[in-house]
């Protein structure tokens, strides 16, 4: 047996992680605060650090766990945006202070905040999806950010032993868009917290929308059906302010204007979960419309809550809502009516919802990963 595997068969096996998204408040944010206490939980015999730009007050704690801060120049989720890019001295010193650590693995939980990990170890590298990559224009205002994401992509894929995403799709979609082996992509699918279930809150005529005021969002669909649709309301909960991707916030008030339904568009900004969760279970139909997503975690979320969800096709949604939602196609407005008019359709909808949402948990995304970090450390 070669001395470097006996040592790791003969220690605790030394796992780090990159902690830049950890006060992210999108979805791959989540994707670590989730995470991160299953995996301590089920590999009590392992010892993590986290790795942050900056100390933070709102870290968790586990006998396994540790944090360490290299005291960059940026805020702890400076480099987590989509536009983002780390001084060289910030990419320096988080390269330095994980290079002054003994490792045995080192895990990314998205590409967005991926600085360059000096030696050889194993790295595996979060992508959620590839529209960053299919569609600059949803994401970047400007070809000097899609040049630093470009290059970042391109480091971190070379330096990457695994992948890991977030559904089939978008594994599909990684092999497909970087001419690469789908056997490289571990699948660590997502769940929703035990704040998001059913509550006894009473039904309201309104359709929720939740998610980023993003381009790819495609919320301006909503507006277009609600036109249509006199006797309901839009609620739509994500940050339009300091999300820190490229929002479309203007475009939207317009199109609610040019519709004539401002009076009954909501955009309730960053929503926190206990009020989230109300909502999810107060709404009449969710609805996601999205051009695009790798995933869907708020749709799991509503799920959970026992929505009547209607859905776009085309991507994740599909997979992860399976029989459970209305899929529709052009006609928005007739889609959402349909489920709004008629009260079997929403209960049998519901049931579905709870029963899918069901199939999906943290822990399960959990053993997924170690199952990656295992086969990168051969334990």
Known sequence: MAPQERSITTRPIEI???GGTWSNRRGYGRFLRELLPE???LRPRWRFTVFLDQEQSDTIDAPNLRWVAAGTGGSVSAGATAGSARSVTDLVRMSRVVAGVRLDAFWFPTVYSYFPILGRMPVAVGIHDT?????????????????????????????????????????GSIAAHFSM???????????????????????????????G???????????????????????????????????CYEELCAEAVAQGVTDRVEFAGYVPDAELA??????????MPSLEEGFGLPLVEAMACGCACVV????????????????????????????????????????????????????????????????????
Not at 183 to 207: D, M, Q, T
Not at 226 to 236: F, I, M
């Open 16 to 18: 780090g992680i990159d």
């Open 278 to 287: 109300e909502l999810y279970n107060r709404c009449m139909v969710f609805s």
């Open 131 to 171: 529209m960053a990559d299919r569609f600059p224009q949803w994401a970047f205002s400007g070809k000097k950010q899609k040049l630093f994401w470009d290059l970042k992509v391109r480091l971190a894929l070379a330096q990457a032993t695994r992948i890991v995403t977030v559904s089939e799709y978008s594994r």
């Open 312 to 379: 776009a096709g085309g991507h994740a949604l599909e997979e992860v809502g399976g029989d459970a939602v209305l899929v529709a196609g052009e006609e928005w407005a007739e889609a959402i009516g349909t489920v709004a008019s008629d009260a079997d359709l929403r209960a049998d909808l519901r049931r579905r919802a709870l029963q899918r949402a069901g199939e999906f948990s943290w822990e399960r995304g959990a053993r997924a990963l170690v199952r990656v970090l295992e086969e990168m450390v051969g334990v």
């Open 39 to 41: 995996l301590v939980r």
């Open 213 to 247: 005021i993003s381009p790819n969002k495609n919320v301006g669909v909503l507006i277009r059906a609600l036109a249509k649709l006199p006797g309901l309301r839009l609620v739509l909960v994500g940050d339009y302010r300091n999300d820190g991707f490229r929002g």
């Open 181 to 211: 082996d789908a056997g490289r992509i571990g699948v660590v699918s997502e769940g929703a917290a035990p704040v998001f279930r059913p509550l006894a809150a009473k039904e309201e005529p309104f359709v929720l929308a939740v998610g």
